[in-house]
């Protein structure tokens, strides 16, 4: 019975997530969290939950954008360090470039995101691959 309720438990929390809105206001409340975890601030448990879920979203889109950026030939969006970059340095890039820009909160998670990377990391005469210059 222990067991079952834990699986259930495991299957709602990540529901509860599902549902909510993906756009800059959700980003910036779910990085910020995780920014302060980072900073080694105790957080409450929805706080715990949206570090975790902002953590999450930004591995899968550095990850995804990496291998599509090494599977298609044209310029990637942006060009992260040769030597890689941290997801807590990612959330970090993110909040502040959201904080700066409250009007455009409405626009989706990923788009503001990948905003946020190209402002960051810009390709400098890209040869087609992340980090890397002609």
Same mark, same amino acid.
Do not use: R, V
């Given at each position: 019975?222990?067991?079952?309720l834990l699986i259930a438990m495991a299957a709602i929390i990540p529901a509860a997530h599902a549902e909510e809105k993906s756009d800059g206001n959700a980003l910036l409340r779910n990085c910020t969290s995780a920014v302060r975890e980072l900073d080694k601030e105790v957080l409450k448990t929805q %706080?715990? !939950?949206?570090a975790v879920h902002c953590i999450g979203y930004l591995n899968g889109f550095t990850d995804s954008h990496s291998v599509d950026s090494i599977a298609k030939p044209q310029k990637p969006?942006?060009?992260l360090p040769v030597d890689g970059l941290e997801t807590g340095q990612v959330a970090r890039i993110v909040v502040k470039y959201l904080k700066g820009r409250? %009007?455009? !909160?409405?626009?989706?998670a990923r788009i503001l995101t990948a905003l946020a990377l190209?402002?960051?990391?810009?390709?400098?005469k890209?040869?087609?691959?992340?980090?890397k210059k002609e």
């Open positions: 019975m222990t067991a079952f %706080e715990g !939950l949206d969006l942006y060009c409250p %009007e455009i !909160l409405h626009q989706s190209t402002h960051a990391f810009p390709c400098e890209a040869a087609g691959k992340p980090g």
